[in-house]
């Protein structure tokens, strides 16, 4: 029997609730994030019900668990944990930095010698990041960090080929075509992983899952950032 599940998405401008069936989309409805926390629940059953299902008839529900902008992030997680309770219905977090790679990759067939860089806003000129590829770093492969600092990292690792994706290329464009002219840089503009990804990556950590999961706390790779600060 064919999986059927909520996949929800809540970025820096808008939230998604999207229904699947195993990786078909069966729909999708989007408001703005400035609403979320009202809208979040009736998006979900308006849409459950233009299928004639309801809460009982999913499997379990895929949400974005970060990291990400702050209040957007604590909605979504605050509401599905709500559910989850109210319903028993298990959930599965999708880490959006990782999804953002797996997105890049999948779209962009790349080679094991490029490096994939994910970087998303987390304001004040800092920025969470991720990447991945056979060349190791000196910094761990997810974090939050100020944009100079990964740069230099980027700039001293043996990589020639770097692809880059998040909301926070564009906004740093400038410094990062300045920092890596001498690296060949290839630019996918996406701003957060799409829907469509978050389902694939949670359907598939749903059939790995070992144990049912009915509460999920926020990736704040940021609070990691803030304790070393605090130290120095």
Same mark, same amino acid.
């Given at each position: ?16 609730v ?8 069966l729909?999708?409805l989007?408001?703005?994030h !400035? ?6 629940i009736?998006?979900a059953m ?10 009982d /008839? ?6 974005d668990?970060g ?6 992030l604590?909605?979504?997680?605050a ?8 319903r028993?219905i298990?959930l ?5 930095l /990782? ?6 990759s999948q ?6 010698? !490029? ?7 987390a304001y004040?000129? /800092? ?42 290329v564009?906004?740093?464009?400038q410094c990062?075509d ?55």
């Open positions: 029997m064919s999986q059927r599940f909520l996949s929800i998405q809540a970025t820096y401008a808008h939230a998604c999207a229904l699947f069936s195993e990786h078909t989309c729909g999708a989007t408001n703005s !400035t609403s979320a926390s009202s809208h979040l009736p998006l308006q849409l459950l019900a233009a299928h004639n299902l309801t809460l /008839d999913i499997s379990f529900i895929a949400v668990q990291p990400g902008a702050f209040t957007s604590r909605v979504a997680l509401t599905v944990n709500g559910i989850s309770f109210a028993r298990p599965v977090g999708v880490n959006s /990782d999804a953002l790679l797996f997105q890049i779209e962009n067939g790349l080679d094991s010698s !490029t490096l994939r860089v994910a970087i998303l806003n004040n000129n /800092d920025v969470y990041y991720a990447y991945a590829q056979n060349h190791v770093l000196t910094i761990p492969s997810q974090g939050c960090c100020k944009i100079d600092q990964l740069l230099e990292f980027l700039v001293a690792c043996s990589a020639e080929h770097i692809i880059m994706t998040g909301n926070a564009a906004l740093h464009r990062i300045q920092t890596l002219k001498n690296k060949k840089i290839a630019i996918v503009h996406c701003d957060v992983p799409a829907v469509q990804t978050i389902a694939t990556l949670g359907l598939q950590a749903w059939k790995e899952q070992k144990e049912h999961v009915f509460w999920l706390e926020p990736n704040y790779l940021k609070t990691q950032l803030f304790a070393v600060r605090s130290q120095s």
